[in-house]
């Protein structure tokens, strides 16, 4: 039963038996003695003198846990995690051997091992990184194909859910909401024409001609459809290069991954390898939830692991009011930025469709999503994602001793943050994706399989930050 509790805790507990049980059996002592002693002793001075001894000991005890905690149960802690982010996460991190000096060869014994996995590990690494510069050229020189030939071509697993876009197809599915990967199709057009094209394969196995229209009916586009049997569809709609790029060059966005529909799970018993993240931030007027308003939001979206190159929310908000140039001098957002920008009932609209049937991920999450509970009305939405906050991950993975903020975990799971991208919206929201990245692989290796052990885990930080999971 203990071993759910963390090492210091149970040490702690120790050291409190241990206080307990001398002071049961000075106690057992001075009643023995007492009993042994003439009719009519007092029993005053022997109570004075259980309490001093009790007293005196209580506080032998928690200075000697004192120094137990600091020089040993600490120490232990952190080496524990910096052989986890070595081994599971690839970051290049020293074994701190003199904060870990009081455990003998325990510290030095560690370090040996990391130099040892380290040069296996960059002999490999470099493999991989010519094997990726490879696969990367051939899938530029796809995109520049696919990006001159006037149809935007969408791949659809069983399920109807968007496993590959090109960039005409992410022009054409931005009209409608932001384009993003393991979307169902119906998020963007009405099924109906869609569901009859699919009836139509068994007479004629060749491409069949649909009709897409959204759902308000106000685009319309020719395409074809093409069953691909157990992998899904091909979806082929047709577009004027001209006119179907407003958004700007993009890369092929794919993740054949999802060819394979994971099986839909209660969220609390889904593994976190299977699920769908946005980590975001906002930049605001002020620090205040009730009074100050957002300006900037930015975000991306993660999947199997991975950043899905290509899809990025970045918009500034217009606020209604002028920013205060104490905000501006933090986060470099003036009102000349803002003013021709859509209002957070826009802009939080696009979000909330961006962020649709994902995990919100945020560093100090109450603040941010706060802010957009604050005015959900207005949004006409609710902001009831399940939430994860990076600070508690953090606090899971390397204890509450730590510095949690941003720069600290960055710094501490090599994370690259260029000082003209922090405090901005885009910047922050990079940063915690990618921690995000290094922490899921650090959890499992705790034991952390899916999002219900993790929430629990995380709650057991509360007095850190409040966890918004009902």
């Given at each position: ?22 002071a ?34 209580t ?16 120490p ?22 003199e ?20 040069s ?5 690494a ?9 696969l ?14 006037p ?59 649909v ?33 179907s ?63 899905v190159?290509?899809?990025?929310l ?43 049937d ?11 999503i ?6 959900q ?57 990618e ?35 009902s």
């Amino acid at each position: 039963m203990l071993t759910s509790l963390s090492l210091r805790l149970r040490i702690f507990l120790f050291f409190c038996l241990l206080a307990a049980g001398s002071a049961a059996l000075a106690a057992g002592a001075l009643a023995f003695g007492w009993s042994r002693g003439d009719a009519g002793l007092p029993t005053g001075p022997f109570l004075t003198a259980f309490i001093a001894f009790t007293f005196l000991n209580t506080g032998l005890a928690l200075g000697v846990w004192l120094l137990f905690d600091e020089n040993v149960a600490k120490p232990i802690t952190r080496l524990s995690a910096d052989l986890r982010l070595r081994a599971h996460s690839g970051v290049a991190c020293d074994v701190d051997t003199e904060a870990a000096r009081y455990l003998g060869d325990l510290a030095p014994a560690a370090s040996a091992l990391t130099e040892t996995m380290s040069s296996s590990v960059m002999d490999t690494a470099a493999q991989v990184a010519r094997e990726t510069q490879r696969l990367k050229s051939e899938s530029e020189r796809l995109t520049a194909l696919l990006t001159e030939i006037p149809i935007a071509t969408i791949l659809l697993n069983p399920a109807q859910e968007i496993v590959l876009y090109d960039a005409q197809a992410a022009a054409v599915l931005a009209q409608i909401a932001p384009p993003r990967l393991k979307a169902p199709l119906s998020d963007y057009f009405d099924m109906g024409a869609v569901a009859e094209a699919m009836e139509a394969f068994e007479p004629a196995p060749g491409p069949v001609s649909v009709r897409l229209q959204d759902a308000t009916a106000s685009l319309h586009f020719d395409a074809r459809l093409k069953a691909l049997g157990k992998d899904g569809h091909m979806l082929m709609i047709d577009v004027d290069t001209a006119q179907s790029a407003p958004i700007g060059q993009r890369p092929l966005v794919f993740d054949f991954d999802l060819i394979t529909a994971a099986e839909t799970k209660e969220i609390r018993e889904t593994a976190l390898c299977d699920l769908c993240y946005v980590p975001f931030d906002s930049e605001t007027t002020g620090l205040s939830i009730e009074t100050d308003d957002i300006v900037q939001l930015g975000a991306v979206r993660v999947l199997n692991g991975r950043i899905v190159e290509g899809e990025v929310l970045n918009t500034y908000v217009n606020p209604g009011r002028p920013i205060p140039s104490a905000s501006t001098a933090i986060h470099r957002v003036t009102d000349a930025d803002v003013a021709d920008a859509p209002d957070i009932a826009t802009a939080g609209r696009r979000f909330h469709h961006f962020a649709r049937d994902a995990v919100l991920v945020a560093h100090n999450a109450p603040f941010d999503i706060g802010l957009l509970r604050r005015v959900q009305g207005e949004m006409g939405v609710e902001w009831d994602h399940p939430v994860l906050d990076t600070v508690l991950l953090s606090a899971v993975v390397f204890g509450t001793t730590e510095d949690h903020s941003l720069d600290a975990l960055c710094d501490r799971l090599a994370v690259s943050l260029p000082e003209a991208l922090r405090h901005t919206a885009l910047g922050d929201a990079q940063a915690t994706a990618e921690a995000l990245v290094r922490l899921l692989p650090l959890l499992e290796a705790k034991g952390i399989r899916t999002f219900g052990d993790l929430v629990d885990a995380t709650r057991q930080h509360g007095r850190l930050l409040e966890d918004l999971n009902s």
